[in-house]
């Protein structure tokens, strides 16, 4: 006769695994009225610059092609660097990882990134490439998320804030359908509080009044996805953009953290002010920061300027950079392959105000 040995339920039964925890993070942003906190404390504490005040302003540059890449074959090429005639996606990383501490030594405190990118010629009216973390059906591609992990934690080492931009107009419509794009959603949500980062605004799509594929993409729809990200388990701040020169739609004040207004095409500082007091009285609106995160006006030599007029109206600015007609490797954080270097007048320029408003020494 056999004998059989019963062992305790608690010993015959292998314990599950418990839920790997997220690695400690060092900067976690938020928001307070109208300004922004990291870690707690107002952004440029003390701060003001002739007479303006600066304190609580998160002043920032759009930098979307950090982690960018294309997946066809076809134009692939067009992004080859000058020294070594190819497309190095890992590389444009590496270099952006290591242009940050001297952005921030300059009082830069966020970078807008976008996991669709933007586009790598500044405008463009067609969009062949294929730049997106996520599949049709709403995954996560390992590679990108590898990328976009080294300029995430990089950014947390330094005290900096990441704007991440979910969907980009011109590579929104590679996701099958609405269902794969609330997927994306939550899949960047989760991984972004699985990976434990406090750090990142949630920007659901970049300018949700151009031309977007899907329904909820679009301005009528878009506050579903902000108030899905709200409610996420990572309790991110959320909120989306509108075109240049757009004030936001009261759908959008009603359900978002923060509000975001693009500058581009717009000549007259003066306007930059009205956006800001218009977007102050939009039904909906209560004591809530309102940022720039693009705007392609510059004029940094002059006393009147968009960045300044924002500053002044109490708003953060953001700083977008382009390759222009007849402009080189150097010029252009937004055109690839980038130099992410303070390359070129323009870029030191906006670097040399940006340290005279913070107050920061280089």
């Given at each position: 006769m056999r004998t059989v040995?019963?062992?305790?339920?608690?010993?015959?039964?292998a314990p599950a695994a418990e839920p790997a925890k997220a690695p400690a993070r060092k900067t976690a942003?938020?928001?307070?009225?109208?300004?922004?906190?990291?870690?707690?404390?107002?952004?440029?504490?003390?701060?003001?610059?002739?007479?303006?005040k600066v304190e609580g302003l998160l002043l920032n540059s759009?930098?979307?092609?950090?982690?960018?890449?294309?997946?066809?074959?076809?134009?692939?090429?067009?992004w080859a660097y000058p020294d070594t005639k190819k497309w190095d996606p890992d590389r444009n990383t590496r270099e952006?990882?290591?242009?940050m501490p001297e952005w921030r030594k300059h009082g830069l405190l966020a970078?807008?990134?976008?996991?669709?990118?933007?586009?790598?010629?500044g405008y463009s009216k067609d969009q062949p490439w294929h730049n997106s973390a996520l599949t049709a059906d709403g995954a996560l591609r390992p590679e990108y998320l590898k990328r976009l992990e080294t300029v995430l934690d990089k950014a947390d080492d330094l005290g900096m804030v990441v704007i991440l931009g979910v969907f980009y107009f011109g590579q929104d419509e590679r996701l099958k359908d609405e269902d794969a794009v609330k997927r994306g959603l939550d899949n960047a949500l989760d991984w972004l509080a699985g990976k434990?980062?406090?750090?990142?605004?949630?920007?659901?799509?970049?300018?949700?009044?151009?031309?977007?594929?899907?329904?909820?993409?679009?301005?009528?729809?878009?506050?579903?996805?902000?108030?899905?990200?709200?409610?996420?388990?990572?309790?991110?701040?959320?909120g989306t953009s509108y075109g240049g020169n757009t004030v936001p739609k009261e759908n959008v004040v009603k359900a978002s953290d923060f509000l975001l207004l693009h500058g581009n095409g717009v000549q007259d500082p003066k306007r930059i002010a009205e956006m800001v007091q218009q977007t102050r009285k939009v039904p909906g609106y209560r004591p809530m920061p309102i940022l720039f995160n693009e705007d392609d006006h510059f004029d940094f030599d002059k006393p009147a300027n968009n960045f300044l007029a924002a500053v002044g109206e109490y708003a953060s600015w953001g700083y977008f950079d382009f390759r222009m007609a007849g402009e080189g490797f150097d010029d252009g954080y937004q055109s690839v392959p980038v130099n992410w270097g303070i390359s070129s007048p323009r870029k030191r320029a906006f670097f040399k105000l940006l340290s005279e408003v913070t107050g920061e020494k280089p």
């Open positions: 040995l019963l062992l305790p339920l608690a010993l015959a039964v942003v938020s928001v307070k009225g109208d300004a922004f906190l990291i870690n707690g404390e107002p952004t440029y504490k003390g701060r003001s610059w002739n007479g303006k759009r930098m979307v092609q950090a982690t960018f890449d294309d997946l066809n074959p076809e134009t692939v090429g067009k952006f990882v290591a242009a970078v807008t990134l976008n996991l669709q990118g933007g586009s790598p010629q434990g980062y406090r750090n990142v605004l949630v920007e659901v799509n970049n300018e949700c009044n151009v031309r977007y594929d899907h329904a909820v993409l679009k301005p009528e729809r878009v506050h579903e996805l902000i108030e899905r990200a709200r409610k996420h388990r990572g309790k991110f701040l959320a």
